[in-house]
């Protein structure tokens, strides 16, 4: 099992950044594929970009494409996502999720994923 742990969500004006982090506890991160997601008001969750467990293949949804970064740093076993340009859509609470598998794809899709952090919030302010 792994345990997650989100933070660095907040208020900021549109045009500005922030760096998301997740923090995992338990199993080796490395075994692990991960995804960030987000769930805005009265939205389903939607992912927003996923990456292989080793390396830095990734996946970006069309919407964030540009803007936003996942990144995973395995010794640390934490995971980040970089968010630039930041608009009010962006608004929603971001949830990090892990996939444990021995391939080495990246996941989109909510089923996919077995474990989630309990997110952290961020709004964009117009």
């Known amino acids: 099992q792994v345990q997650l742990v989100e933070s660095g969500g907040g208020l900021v004006q549109a045009g500005g950044s922030l760096r998301l982090s997740c923090t995992a506890s338990?199993?080796?991160?490395?075994?692990?594929?991960m995804g960030w997601f987000r769930q805005a008001p009265g939205k389903e969750r939607e992912i927003v970009a996923a990456?292989?467990?080793?390396?830095?293949?990734?996946y970006y949804a069309d919407s964030v494409k540009g803007r936003f970064t996942i990144s995973r740093d395995n010794a640390k076993k934490t995971l980040y996502l970089q968010m630039n340009s930041l608009k009010p859509e962006d608004t929603a609470v971001y949830f990090c999720?892990?996939?444990?598998?021995?391939?080495?794809?990246?996941?989109?899709?909510?089923?996919?994923?077995?474990?989630w952090g309990q997110g952290t919030r961020v709004t964009v302010s117009s």
């Open positions: 338990g199993r080796t991160f490395s075994t692990y594929a």
């Open positions: 999720a892990a996939k444990s598998t021995w391939t080495n794809n990246y996941y989109t899709r909510n089923e996919d994923y077995e474990y």
């Open positions: 990456i292989r467990r080793i390396g830095d293949n990734t």
